[in-house]
């Protein structure tokens, strides 16, 4: 199978609203995901515009993850 990534990682913003604040479980419906993001800051700059408008929300929380290419076999 082809590496969907073309060998290039990118970034993602995902998250939302967590039924607790031990951030195990996500609130049906409030899943968030933006991106892709082509580097890490672009995808913070993301974050932070995000988390900056529900900081009153105590149980949401977004993370900036990482994609990494698929390693070819045998390598």
């Not at 800051?41 to 993370?63: G, N, P, Q, T, Y």
């Given at each position: 199978m082809s590496d969907p990534l073309n060998g290039h990682e990118i970034w993602v913003v995902w998250g939302g609203i967590f039924r607790d604040t031990s951030f195990q479980e996500l609130e049906q419906g409030t899943e968030e995901l933006l991106g892709p993001?082509?580097?890490?800051?672009?995808?913070?700059?993301?974050?932070?515009?995000?988390?900056?408008?529900?900081?009153?929300?105590?149980?949401?929380?977004?993370?900036?993850?990482?994609?990494l290419p698929t390693p070819k076999a045998g390598a």
């Open positions: 993001f082509h580097s890490q800051a672009a995808a913070e700059k993301a974050w932070l515009e995000r988390m900056r408008r529900m900081v009153d929300i105590a149980s949401h929380r977004l993370f900036v993850l990482r994609a």
